[in-house]
């Protein structure tokens, strides 16, 4: 099953366009994509790319798998895009159905279709903890640091390197469907697990109070402040919080963990289209 969203922490995002649901090659080339539409001289240009990070860079490169440029005609419409020979795999097929409206001039809009939004929503989470790490603000602890390679104490999943303390490790779970919606239509939850560590070797109750603290201000953030800040397609709910509390099987770190659940309205299945 798929994510079909709006990737409203692209620059441009407006809804202008509206995509109800993607039409993959009946064949091995099923895969996610990323859309990125534009105005083209008058037109709607759609691009489909294998990367957010392709589909959400600026100057949209060439790397495209498929696109197809239409006259703008607003309504519901089902539209062919071309595969782009130059690049793999064939993706001859492809079908998008949704609203089409004019697009703004400039950098235009972005819609992800993607098995692992979990993940999408992990790297949107780091992204904005880590506005919160400036000087004087309520995660500074956590600012980069400039004497390693490592990019920040905020990370998702894990890294295979040592880490610095204190550190912020973003775990998505895998999801759960909890309502089957007909014509393979469904609404999952995906848990997100963000967990605090903090160094006790020196003064163990001080780094109990330093991540009771941040826990707490990470769930403000995210529950109370932002929560309505990603894709209209995350729902997010409080999944409930442990800690802190001493690591099991490491003697020198504290941690504590919130989860964060992201109920997901818009999960499809692939198995046929028109569905």
Request: aromatic share 10%; glycine share 6%; net charge negative.
């Amino acid at each position: 099953m798929r994510a079909l969203f709006e990737d409203n922490q692209f620059a441009a995002a407006d809804s202008h366009n509206v995509v109800y649901q993607v039409g993959l090659p009946q064949n091995s080339s099923r895969r996610d994509l990323w859309f990125r539409f534009q105005e083209d001289f008058g037109e709607t240009r759609v691009r489909a790319y294998a990367t957010r990070s392709e589909a959400t860079t600026i100057v949209a490169p060439d790397s495209y798998l498929a696109s197809v440029t239409f006259a703008l005609a607003e309504g519901a419409m089902s539209i062919f895009v071309a595969d782009n020979p130059a690049t793999s795999p064939d993706m001859t097929g492809l079908i998008l159905q949704g609203l089409w409206n004019q697009v703004p001039v400039g950098n235009g809009t972005v819609w992800g279709y993607t098995v692992t939004p979990d993940l999408v929503l992990a790297d949107d989470i780091r992204a904005k903890l880590m506005t919160y790490t400036q000087a004087g603000e309520s995660l500074d602890d956590f600012a980069p640091s400039p004497d390693t390679d490592a990019s920040s104490h905020i990370v998702v999943g894990l890294q295979g390197v040592a880490m610095q303390t204190p550190f912020i490790m973003i775990v998505p779970q895998p999801g759960r469907v909890i309502e089957s919606r007909g014509s393979g239509f469904f609404t999952m939850i995906f848990p997100v697990e963000i967990q605090v560590y903090v160094d006790f070797l020196n003064d163990p109750k001080t780094a109990w109070r330093m991540c009771r603290e941040y826990i707490a201000a990470i769930e403000s953030i995210l529950i109370d402040e932002h929560r309505g800040s990603f894709s209209s397609a995350f729902v997010l709910m409080h999944g409930g919080s442990i800690g802190p509390t001493q690591v099991h099987g490491v003697e020198n770190f504290v941690s504590a963990t919130l989860t964060v659940n992201a109920e997901i309205n818009a999960m499809w299945a692939d198995d046929e289209f028109p569905r």
